[in-house]
T-cell receptor, first 109, second 115 residues
Framework: RKEVEQDPGPFNVPEGATVAFNCTYSNSASQSFFWYRQDCRKEPKLLMSVYSSGNEDGRFTAQLNRASQYISLLIRDSKLSDSATYLCVVYRGSYIPTFGRGTSLIVHP | DAMVIQNPRYQVTQFGKPVTLSCSQTLNHNVMYWYQQKSSQAPKLLFHYYDKDFNNEADTPDNFQSRRPNTSFCFLDIRSPGLGDAAMYLC??????????????FGPGTRLTVL
């Protein structure tokens, strides 16, 4: 089993749709979790941290389920500009990251 | 603006010809990372420095070396590039310590082509 697994997609959704991605991780001792966004041929950029109690930032909501070892990202009211690859990052130890391969999102008019 | 800078943005080298990629940061972060990312794949951690302490990932080939002469700069040396080393190389930094979330900040990457 890979350390961090994501469905590569692509998820193809219309503008205004709600879409959710999951990411599973194998190391139950993992402490820190993040979602990054990566546009084509660009560097990853931090989208949001994932806190134990769940957290929201505008149209984006992140959740952590430690019992089932997965994190999720929910995007409401999708915009064309949300089209990108969403990378899940799980830390082993306090600062050693493992990236998932990313989930591709395409938002169409 | 505080940032992570990588040079060059594009590098073309010949098979077997050594190449050095550079990364600098103005964030004063204590940890610097090097990743290799190939098309449609996850960024793969090659190594990282925690201050001056070098940490190699177990599966990083010996062909890859790194130097961190000071807090601001970090270099990736590829001693004998092969065709399989063509990729995007990403540098990232993080402030690690008590009370930090340890999120990473990435440079724009260097795209390496091996002929």
């Amino acid at each position: 089993r890979k350390e961090v697994e994501q469905d590569p997609g692509p998820f193809n959704v219309p503008e205004g749709a709600t879409v959710a991605f999951n990411c599973t991780y194998s190391n139950s001792a993992s402490q820190s979790f993040f979602w990054y966004r990566q546009d084509c041929r660009k560097e990853p950029k931090l989208l949001m941290s994932v806190y134990s109690s769940g957290n929201e930032d505008g149209r984006f909501t992140a959740q952590l389920n430690r019992a089932s070892q997965y994190i999720s990202l929910l995007i409401r009211d999708s915009k064309l500009s949300d089209s990108a690859t969403y990378l899940c990052v799980v830390y082993r130890g306090s600062y050693i990251p493992t990236f998932g391969r990313g989930t591709s999102l395409i938002v169409h008019p | 603006d505080a940032m992570v800078i990588q040079n060059p943005r594009y590098q073309v080298t010949q098979f077997g010809k050594p190449v050095t990629l550079s990364c600098s940061q103005t964030l004063n972060h204590n940890v610097m990372y090097w990743y290799q990312q190939k098309s449609s794949q996850a960024p793969k951690l090659l190594f990282h420095y925690y201050d001056k302490d070098f940490n190699n990932e177990a599966d990083t080939p010996d062909n890859f070396q790194s130097r961190r002469p000071n807090t601001s700069f970090c270099f990736l040396d590829i001693r004998s590039p092969g065709l399989g080393d063509a990729a995007m190389y990403l540098c990232a930094t993080s402030r690690v310590g008590q009370g930090t979330r340890n999120e990473q900040f990435f440079g724009p990457g260097t795209r390496l082509t091996v002929l």
